[in-house]
């Protein structure tokens, strides 16, 4: 099962991922699907520590994320974020995605294995 937080509202923060955190324990859900729209622009500048403190949350409580959007301009800028990017891609706790449909491909296929 797939919680997807919409577009619109507050963004993650290590705060508001123990809401959303605490609004999907018991539904279910294996992953939450976070819109690039949702994070704070330092979540990509990972010397800020937004981003491990939020994936650390989620790890913690079992529940695998996935960053849904276009972060092609902040991995120009920081080649530690392309780093995390492609070896959080090639496991299992945490994704990041183009699209949904990128996303929901993705997950298909993780499941066949």
């Known amino acids: ?65 996935a960053v849904v959007g276009d972060i092609e301009e902040h991995l120009a800028r920081s080649a530690p974020l392309r780093d995390l990017v492609r070896e959080a891609n090639a496991g299992s706790q945490l994704w990041f995605a183009a699209t949904e449909a990128e996303f929901t491909a993705r997950l298909r296929g993780a499941t066949r294995r």
């Open 1 to 65: 099962m797939i919680h997807t937080l919409p577009p619109e509202g507050p963004p993650l923060t290590a705060a508001t991922a123990t809401d959303v955190i605490g609004g999907t324990w018991g539904t279910g859900a294996e992953w939450v699907v976070v819109p690039v729209s949702r994070l704070d622009p330092e979540f990509f500048r990972l010397s800020s520590g937004v981003a491990g403190e939020i994936t650390q949350k989620f790890a913690n409580y079992r529940l695998k994320l």
